[in-house]
T-cell receptor, first 111, second 114 residues
Framework: DAKTTQPPSMDCAEGRAANLPCNHSTISGNEYVYWYRQIHSQGPQYIIHGLKNNETNEMASLIITEDRKSSTLILPHATLRDTAVYYCIVSSQGGSEKLVFGKGTKLTVNP | EAEVAQSPRYKITEKSQAVAFWCDPISGHATLYWYRQILGQGPELLVQFQDESVVDDSQLPKDRFSAERLKGVDSTLKIQPAELGDSAMYLC?????WGTGELFFGEGSRLTVL
């Protein structure tokens, strides 16, 4: 079973920031938070991951709370092409633990 | 940019027939994964390879599914016989390092069983 809880759907206006929340209250000290997205009829795409510090790359920012029990993925200027299902996953690195996908959040960016 | 190649993109078959999917990972990626995604659900891992060895096939229905990666490069997933409940998207992914959570997925093979 997935170790995360996400809202099933969200809407965002084009050009505005999209803030996607994720709860992972049972996360262990060695587990990372990963975010993927899946545009309709395509394979999932890796976005970003982090352990406890906030992370930023060219696609998004990841904000992890100090207690690590929740996180937020931020798309700073959402476009129509960001409409997708976003998956938040917790997993350890360095071992055989697999990525377990839940149902994710369907983000719809509206013009 | 290097991509994971999968074929066929779409496959329609009748119940009880055999079907096979092929995956060519990104060059140099030692770890290869097959996932199954039923409509409306997240992907579910079926099998994971490290080079040519299976490291996790706990969720693979072994009575009808088989997977191989003979030379540690490309891989084939086979279903025989196909059942109606096998209709799904079959996704292949690869990663450069063992244990990393940064996977690169192909576009998938959509199977419809009639």
């Amino acid at each position: 079973d997935a170790k995360t809880t996400q809202p099933p759907s969200m809407d965002c206006a084009e050009g505005r920031a999209a803030n996607l929340p994720c709860n992972h209250s049972t996360i262990s000290g060695n587990e990372y938070v990963y975010w993927y997205r899946q545009i309709h009829s395509q394979g999932p795409q890796y976005i970003i991951h982090g352990l406890k510090n906030n992370e930023t790359n060219e696609m998004a920012s990841l904000i992890i709370t100090e207690d690590r029990k929740s996180s937020t993925l931020i798309l700073p200027h959402a476009t129509l092409r960001d409409t997708a299902v976003y998956y938040c996953i917790v997993s350890s690195q360095g071992g055989s633990e697999k990525l377990v996908f839940g149902k994710g959040t369907k983000l719809t960016v509206n013009p | 940019e290097a991509e994971v190649a999968q074929s066929p993109r779409y496959k329609i078959t009748e119940k009880s027939q055999a079907v096979a999917f092929w995956c060519d990972p990104i060059s140099g990626h030692a770890t290869l994964y097959w996932y199954r995604q039923i409509l409306g659900q997240g992907p579910e891992l079926l099998v994971q390879f490290q080079d040519e060895s299976v490291v996790d096939d706990s969720q693979l229905p072994k009575d009808r599914f088989s997977a191989e990666r003979l030379k540690g490069v490309d891989s084939t997933l086979k279903i025989q016989p196909a059942e109606l409940g096998d209709s799904a998207m079959y996704l292949c992914a690869s990663s450069l390092l063992w244990g990393t959570g940064e996977l690169f997925f192909g576009e998938g093979s959509r199977l419809t069983v009639l």
